[in-house]
C-alpha cells in the first residue's frame, strides 16, 4: 500500500522525516533494521544518518539504522549489491558489437561507419549507451522502442536494435548482464528482491517511471510511505509516488519578491557578491546555505569563498580529473602519447612536474624552464610535441627537464601504451611524487579494470589508441574532502529541500542551471519524450518550481531567498534568466520582465583595490591622437566596437597588453606566408600558368612556399622547415583548389595585395582609410573582393560584420552602429564594407561581390563565402558608419569596457599595485548615448 503523507511548508523536511521514523519519548529502541529509506542523494542519506544518531545520544538511546538509498543506488541494492559491469565495461563491449556490425547497419545507425577507428567507434559506443540508459527509465530498451507506432526514423531505430542484441550476445557469452536490462527485471517483479520490510520515501521529488513502477509493485505487498515537503490543500499537485504533476505546478504562480532577484553580470560576479557580503556580515553565517544547480557552479563557489578566508564545503565532492592529481595523470598522458603542443604547456607547469625535478636535483626554477620552453615554442612554432623534442635535441644547452621529458617520451614508445607506462620502472620517480595524493590508488585501480576489461569483453589489442579515452574513464568518480567544523555548505538544487538554515543564496539561477538542461537529446525530442513517459523539459520545470515554491515558503515568515541572475555562466557563454522566473501572475509579468531585464549593478572594488585613473591630461589630449593620424586602418574600427576601452589604452594612451601565461603561438606566420605564396600565383606579371592543370599549379605553389621559407629562416632551416611546411601546405593546397575552381568560373585577378591608401580614395576628416585587400578579380562587368581568413573556425562575412541587437541581454556598442534599413543589427566590423566603397570609387558603375575564401585549420571546410545579396548601400552604409566611429572617438567614447575586459593584475591589464579597479576620468560612456541614438533613429 503507498501512503502519501504531506508534512506542510512550515517546517523543513528532515525534522519531519525524524518524527516519522521515531516519535520522540518512545521509550522502546527504534528498531529501523528493516525500513529502507529512499532518498535523493548521497549527502542527504549522510545527514539522516547523522540526525538520527545525534537524537539516539541525546535521549541516551542505542539505535538499529536503516538502510539508505538514492533512485541511482536503488536496483544494484535491491538486486544484492554486485557491482556488475561498469560503465567503462559497457562501452567496450558497445565498441565490440560495432565492430561486428555491418556497415548498413552502422551507415543507419549513426549515419556513417566508424571509419576513425577506435576512438570514433568508443564515442559511438558513448552515445549509443546514453541513449539506451534514458529509454531503461522508461523500462524499454531499442527492441521495444522500434516497435512504437511514435517512434519516428524507424530504419534508425531498427539498426540501434540490431546493435543492441549484438551487444546483449556478447554479454551472455561472457556471463554477464547489462544494468538496466537487471533493473527492469526487479523493477517489474520486485517483491522477491526486497530485502526489508518497509519503505519510507522522503523529500525525493524526482525519480524516474522505472522506480515508479517498482514502487507500486511493492506496494501491493509491503507499506511504501511517501513524505511530501508540502500542504494538504496542495495534493492534487502530486501524483500517487509524490511526484509533481506538470499540470498543476506550471500553473501554479510563484511569489517572487524583486530584492530576491540580484541580476549580475555572470556567475563569477555572483559568487564574489556572496563571498563578500558574508565577509562583511560574518555574524550571519551560521544562518546561511548556499545551493547551486549545476555542480561546477559549486566548485566555483566553494573557492571563491575558501580564498575570503569563509569555511565552505562541497558535499557533492570534487571530480578526480579536476584535482591536481587528476590533472597530472591528463597531463603525463598527453606529453608522453599525444602530438599537441598545449598538453606540453600544461605539463612544464605541473606542480608535481616540479617536484620531481626537484627530487632529481634540478636546480633551474619552475619559472626559468618555462621561459626557456615559451621562448623556443615561439621561435620554432612547432605543429606537434615530438618536432619539438627534434629540434631541442640539437640545442647543446636545454634545461634538465626538457631532456627528461624527452626521455620519457622515448620510454612511452618502447612501452607502447599508458597501461604499461605506469608500471615502468623509470617512472616510479615521478609517480612518488603523486601516489599519496587523495584519489589516485581508486584511479590505478580503475585503471587497471579497464586494461583488463579491455582484452577479456572486448577484445582490444590496440592499448595505445585505448590509452586517453581510458585515463579519462577511469578519472569518473568522485573525491571527498573532510567536512570541517562551522562550515557554509554549497548543496545541490535537490538538497535544499532538507536544509533549515533561513539564509538561502544561489549564484546561478539560469537556464540550464535551473531547471537544467534535458530534453536535447537528438533520437528523444520533447514530444516523444511525453510519450515513452521519459523526463523531459515539462516535467523537470514542475519539479524545479515546485522545489523553488518550497524553498521561498519555509523561509517566508523568518528568512530570506537570495537567487542571483547571471548574464553569462562561468564558461563565458550568454545565458537567459531561469524561466522559472516568468512563472508569476499575469498582471505581475510585465514588472518581472523589465525587472529582469536591467542592467548588473556594477560591483563595488574591495577595499584593497588600487584604482587607477586613466584622465587625459587636457581637452586635447584625443583631438591631437587623431591629428596626429597619417591613416585609419579598416581594422582599427572592428578594435573599437570589440572594446573600446582597451582601444582607447592601446592606440591613444599607448599602453601595452601583458599576458605572463600565454599558451598560444602567433599564428601571423601562417598567414603571412599564405598571403606571399597567394600573391604570387596570383601576381598578372608573374610567369603565366595553366590553372586547368591543379598538380602544375599545386607544384608551383610548394616551390613558392619552400622559397618563402629559405627567404624567411635562411638556406640552413633544417628542421625548422619541417615543422613549420606540412601545416602551411595543407592550407595551401586548399587556397590553390578554390582560385582554380574561381579561374574555371571565369574570374581573373585584377589586383593582387592592393592598398588604396595611397590613391585615397576614402578619406575621414582628411584621413585616409587604409587597407591592403588580398585580391580583386573581375569577371566580365562583375568585380569581386576576396580575402583570405586563416583563422581556427571558419565564420560567414555576414556573421563576422553584423549582430542580432534583439538577442542582447546589456549595452552593446553594436547598438549605437544601426545597419541602415535593418533598424535590429548592428555593424561589428567595416572592413570588407569599406573595402567594396573603395572598389566604388575607383570604378563606378561596375557590379561588386565580396566574399572569405576560409581556410580554417580543419582544412576539409575551406571554402569561398560570398556575402548574399551585398549592395552598394550596405557599402556606402559601411563607409557612414566609420565616419560615425571617428566622430565618436573625438567625443572621447571609450567607455564602457567589454563584458571580457579583466580587470586584475593576473590577466593581461597591469596595475602598479597588484589587482586594479578602472575608474577613468574624461571618457564619455557610451551606453549613455543610447537612448539618444535610438530616438535620432526614430
Known amino acids: 500500500m503507498i501512503e502519501l503523507h504531506y508534512t506542510g511548508c512550515q517546517r523543513p523536511i528532515l525534522r519531519s522525516l525524524l518524527d516519522h521514523l521515531w516519535t520522540p519519548g518512545t521509550s522502546e529502541i527504534p528498531d529501523l533494521s528493516n525500513t529502507a529509506l529512499l532518498l535523493p542523494t548521497r549527502n542527504v542519506g549522510r545527514r539522516v544518518r547523522e540526525s538520527l544518531a545525534l537524537r539516539a545520544l541525546e535521549e541516551g538511546r542505542a539505535l538499529l539504522s536503516p538502510t539508505v538509498l538514492t533512485p541511482g543506488s536503488l536496483f544494484s541494492a535491491m538486486g544484492g549489491g554486485a557491482a556488475g559491469l561498469s560503465r567503462a565495461d559497457q562501452t567496450l563491449v558497445v565498441a565490440r558489437a560495432l565492430r561486428s556490425a555491418s556497415s548498413e547497419m552502422l551507415n543507419a545507425a549513426f549515419g556513417r561507419d566508424p571509419e576513425g577507428g577506435l576512438e570514433e567507434q568508443l564515442s559511438f559506443a558513448r552515445f549509443f549507451l546514453e541513449t539506451r540508459r534514458e529509454l531503461s527509465e522508461a523500462l524499454l530498451d531499442f527492441r521495444e522502442a522500434c516497435e512504437l507506432e511514435t517512434i519516428g526514423d524507424r530504419d534508425r531505430w531498427r539498426a540501434l536494435a540490431g546493435i543492441e542484441h549484438l551487444y546483449s550476445r556478447l554479454l551472455d557469452e561472457n556471463g554477464q548482464q547489462d544494468p538496466d536490462d537487471r533493473a527492469a527485471q526487479i523493477a517489474k517483479n520486485p517483491t522477491e528482491f526486497f530485502p526489508w520490510k518497509r519503505m519510507v520515501i522522503a523529500g525525493t521529488p524526482d525519480f524516474p517511471e522505472r522506480v515508479a513502477v517498482c514502487l507500486r509493485n511493492l506496494g501491493t505487498q509491503f507499506p511504501i510511505e511517501i513524505l511530501v515537503l508540502a500542504d494538504p490543500d496542495q495534493a492534487d499537485g502530486f501524483d500517487e509516488v509524490g511526484r509533481p504533476r506538470v499540470e498543476w505546478f506550471s500553473a501554479a504562480p510563484i511569489e517572487i519578491p524583486d530584492e530576491s532577484l540580484i541580476v549580475c553580470k555572470d556567475v563569477g560576479e555572483a559568487n564574489g557578491k556572496i563571498a563578500d557580503r558574508l565577509s562583511q556580515h560574518p555574524e550571519s553565517r551560521s544562518a546561511c546555505v548556499c545551493g547551486v544547480g549545476f555542480p561546477a557552479d559549486g566548485a566555483a563557489l566553494t573557492f571563491e569563498l575558501q580564498t575570503k578566508g569563509i569555511s565552505a564545503y562541497d558535499p557533492a565532492g570534487q ?64 605543429n606537434a610535441i615530438g618536432d619539438f623534442f627534434n629540434v631541442v635535441a640539437n640545442r647543446k644547452r636545454r634545461s634538465r627537464v626538457l631532456s627528461m621529458t624527452r626521455a620519457l617520451r622515448r620510454t612511452a614508445r618502447e612501452t607502447g601504451n599508458i597501461f604499461a607506462l605506469v608500471e615502468h620502472p623509470d617512472l616510479r620517480p615521478l609517480l612518488a611524487e603523486v601516489e599519496t595524493s587523495e584519489g589516485v590508488p581508486e584511479f590505478a585501480s580503475a585503471l587497471a579494470a579497464i586494461h583488463e576489461s579491455a582484452g577479456r569483453l572486448a577484445g582490444i589489442r590496440d592499448l595505445y589508441s585505448l590509452g586517453r579515452w581510458a585515463v579519462e574513464e577511469a578519472m569518473k568518480f568522485p573525491v571527498y574532502a573532510d567536512r570541517p567544523a562551522e562550515v557554509i555548505e554549497v548543496l545541490g538544487w535537490l538538497e535544499l529541500l532538507w536544509e533549515e538554515n533561513e539564509w538561502l543564496q544561489i549564484p546561478d539561477f539560469y537556464d540550464g542551471s535551473v531547471p537544467g538542461m534535458i530534453g536535447s537529446h537528438p533520437l528523444l525530442p520533447e514530444t516523444l519524450r511525453q510519450n515513452l513517459h521519459i523526463p523531459g523539459r515539462k516535467t523537470r520545470d514542475a519539479r524545479d518550481a515546485y522545489i523553488l515554491r518550497t524553498l521561498i515558503d519555509l523561509r517566508s515568515q523568518n528568512g530570506r531567498v537570495d537567487l542571483h541572475v547571471p548574464g553569462r555562466d562561468l564558461e563565458g557563454s550568454v545565458v537567459s534568466p531561469s524561466r522559472l522566473l516568468y512563472y508569476t501572475k499575469p498582471d505581475a509579468l510585465p514588472h518581472r520582465v523589465q525587472w529582469l531585464s536591467q542592467e548588473p549593478t556594477p560591483t563595488a572594488p574591495a577595499s584593497s583595490a588600487s584604482p587607477i585613473t586613466i584622465n587625459p591630461s587636457s581637452p586635447e589630449v584625443i583631438a591631437d591622437w587623431l591629428d596626429s593620424l597619417d591613416r585609419i586602418h579598416v581594422t582599427s574600427f572592428s578594435s573599437w566596437v570589440r572594446c573600446p576601452f582597451t582601444f582607447f589604452l592601446e592606440r591613444v594612451a599607448n599602453w601595452k597588453c601583458v599576458d605572463p601565461d600565454r599558451l598560444e603561438m602567433d599564428p601571423g606566420a601562417f598567414g603571412t606566408g599564405l598571403h606571399e605564396v597567394m600573391r604570387q600565383l596570383d601576381e598578372p606579371e608573374s610567369e603565366p600558368l595553366n590553372w586547368e592543370g591543379l598538380e602544375a599549379v599545386e607544384a608551383r605553389a610548394y616551390t613558392l612556399l619552400d622559397n618563402w621559407f629559405i627567404d624567411e629562416f635562411g638556406r640552413r632551416p633544417g628542421l625548422l622547415l619541417e615543422l613549420q611546411r606540412e601545416g602551411l601546405k595543407r592550407r595551401v593546397q586548399a587556397a590553390v583548389k578554390i582560385r582554380q575552381e574561381s579561374r574555371l568560373e571565369g574570374w581573373t585577378p585584377l589586383h593582387v595585395e592592393w592598398n588604396f591608401r595611397d590613391e585615397q580614395l576614402l578619406t575621414i576628416e582628411g584621413i585616409p582609410i587604409s587597407g591592403q585587400i588580398d585580391l580583386v578579380e573581375e569577371r566580365g562587368d562583375e568585380l569581386r573582393v576576396v580575402d583570405y581568413k ?138 549613455s548615448l543610447e537612448s539618444g541614438n535610438q530616438e535620432d533613429s526614430e
Not at 581556427?792 to 544601426?818: G, Q, Y
Open 790 to 927: 586563416t583563422s581556427e573556425k571558419a565564420t560567414d562575412p555576414l556573421d563576422a560584420h553584423i549582430t542580432d541587437l534583439s538577442r542582447r541581454r546589456s549595452f552593446s556598442v553594436s547598438s549605437l552602429l544601426p545597419v541602415s534599413g535593418l533598424s535590429q543589427w548592428g555593424w561589428t566590423n567595416l572592413q570588407l564594407p569599406l573595402y567594396a566603397a573603395a572598389l566604388r570609387k575607383k570604378y563606378p558603375g561596375r557590379p561588386i561581390r565580396v566574399a572569405y575564401i576560409q581556410l580554417p585549420r580543419a582544412v576539409t571546410e575551406s571554402k569561398l563565402v560570398e556575402w548574399p545579396e551585398f549592395t552598394d548601400d550596405l557599402a556606402q552604409d559601411g563607409f557612414s558608419t566609420a565616419q560615425k566611429v571617428v566622430a565618436f572617438w573625438r567625443q572621447k567614447g571609450f567607455w564602457p569596457p567589454s563584458s571580457t575586459f579583466k580587470q586584475s593584475d593576473q590577466f593581461e591589464w597591469s596595475g602598479p599595485n597588484g589587482e586594479a579597479s578602472w575608474t577613468p576620468e574624461g571618457l564619455v560612456d557610451l551606453a
Open 319 to 382: 571530480p578526480f580529473g579536476s584535482t591536481e592529481a587528476g590533472r597530472f595523470f591528463r597531463h603525463l598522458t598527453g606529453v608522453c602519447f599525444g602530438e599537441e603542443i598545449p598538453d606540453l604547456v600544461a605539463w612544464l607547469r605541473d606542480p608535481f612536474v616540479a617536484r620531481w625535478m626537484k627530487s632529481a636535483g634540478e636546480r633551474a626554477s619552475r619559472e626559468d624552464w618555462i621561459q626557456e620552453a615559451d621562448e623556443l615554442l615561439e621561435k620554432i612554432l612547432p
